[in-house]
């Protein structure tokens, strides 16, 4: 089983702790579908948020799906002056047998804008 790294990110409407949840875990939820994961194939997860986020700590919504035994860490992204605001984005290490090629990274709504490279 090879070592992998997929990535993910959204943008928030606000700045609320229930709307964060909400979407990062619908963030979460897609990387694992759509690289047929489970919870089992987490290493872990390195969150990051807009400096202009402070209603949570992102990988609460992790824990709130049951990925509870999974090392995650957040920080805080760069304070670019032009950045989109409002961005969660995950770094997830997992295991896995696909070729870089074939996996999935996911950028939900204007969050794709990032990375039309590798948004799916």
């Not at 070592?3 to 619908?26: P, T």
């Not at 920080?75 to 605001?85: H, S």
Request: charged residues 25%.
């Amino acid at each position: 089983m090879a070592v992998r790294a997929v990535r993910g990110a959204v943008q928030l409407e606000r700045d609320d702790a229930g709307h964060m949840a909400e979407q990062v875990g619908a963030l979460l939820t897609a990387v694992l579908e759509r690289n047929g994961l489970t919870a089992d194939d987490l290493i872990s997860i390195w969150f990051t948020a807009t400096p202009d986020l402070h209603s949570d700590f992102p990988a609460a919504a992790a824990r709130r799906l049951g990925i509870v035994d999974v090392p995650l860490i957040c920080a805080q992204e760069l304070d670019i002056e032009g950045a989109m605001p409002r961005v969660v984005r995950i770094l997830a290490h997992i295991e896995s047998d696909k070729p870089r090629a074939d996996l999935a990274h996911v950028y939900l709504g204007a969050a794709a804008a990032l990375r039309k490279d590798i948004a799916q």
